[in-house]
T-cell receptor, first 114, second 117 residues
Framework: DGGITQSPKYLFRKEGQNVTLSCEQNLNHDAMYWYRQDPGQGLRLIYYSQIVNDFQKGDIAEGYSVSREKKESFPLTVTSAQKNPTAFYLC?????????????FGSGTQLSVL | AQKVTQAQTEISVVEKEDVTLDCVYETRDTTYYLFWYKQPPSGELVFLIRRNSFDEQNEISGRYSWNFQKSTSSFNFTITASQVVDSAVYFCALSEMNSGGYQKVTFGTGTKLQVIP
């Protein structure tokens, strides 16, 4: 079945540590997105990528980094510079070319700080 | 700039009651799309409906209906005869093209709906 796979489902970070969240899609979508979800704040865009080897900062990119070496994969690294990383992280994809495109979402990763 | 406001943070209803979730948006574009997504406890957002800025017809799908009013920049969602399975967080979203020619989606803060049996 086509879809988006995020792993792990739960992740714990120690202070000063970088952690990487995985996102893989087999929908042949060009565009991929990372959102952060905090209670009462909805979904906020961290980074997005419209094509392989290219990505842009979203609204809250500080303390995060990404790469897009393959069309299917868009990993997100939460660096030690992100002082408040505890949140639910959602990866999404779409063709990205049209305004009417719906986003397809993964099941998310809950990141917590030890 | 794009903005989506969902003023209702949490709503509780008793099963079989009707409930309306409000969504108000702001945009300078004349061409855009509006969406509703459902996020059940499992976490994955599920697409419910999309509406383009030129189509103000209301839509009904089973127990779900949507009311789009451009004059008030609103895209409200009504669940008729609510069921426990409707308990979830519901997000309204606005989609436009950014300056680079790609889709940009802005989400509201979500409304958590609890349907009590």
């Amino acid at each position: 079945d086509g879809g988006i796979t995020q792993s792990p489902k739960y992740l714990f970070r120690k202070e000063g540590q970088n952690v990487t969240l995985s996102c893989e899609q087999n929908l042949n979508h060009d565009a991929m997105y990372w959102y952060r979800q905090d209670p009462g704040q909805g979904l906020r865009l961290i980074y997005y990528s419209q094509i392989v080897n290219d990505f842009q900062k979203g609204d809250i990119a500080e303390g995060y980094s990404v790469s897009r070496e393959k069309k299917e994969s868009f990993p997100l690294t939460v660096t030690s510079a992100q002082k408040n990383p505890t949140a639910f992280y959602l990866c999404a994809s779409s063709t990205g070319k049209w305004t009417n495109e719906k986003l397809f979402f993964g099941s998310g990763t809950q990141l917590s700080v030890l | 700039a794009q903005k989506v406001t969902q003023a209702q943070t949490e709503i509780s209803v008793v099963e079989k009651e009707d409930v309306t979730l409000d969504c108000v948006y702001e945009t300078r574009d004349t061409t855009y799309y509006l969406f509703w997504y459902k996020q059940p406890p499992s976490g994955e957002l599920v697409f419910l409906i999309r509406r383009n800025s030129f189509d103000e017809q209301n839509e009904i799908s089973g127990r779900y209906s949507w009311n789009f009013q451009k004059s008030t920049s609103s895209f409200n969602f009504t669940i008729t005869a609510s069921q426990v399975v409707d308990s979830a967080v519901y997000f309204c979203a606005l989609s436009e093209m950014n300056s680079g020619g790609y889709q940009k989606v802005t989400f509201g803060t979500g409304t958590k709906l609890q349907v009590i049996p």
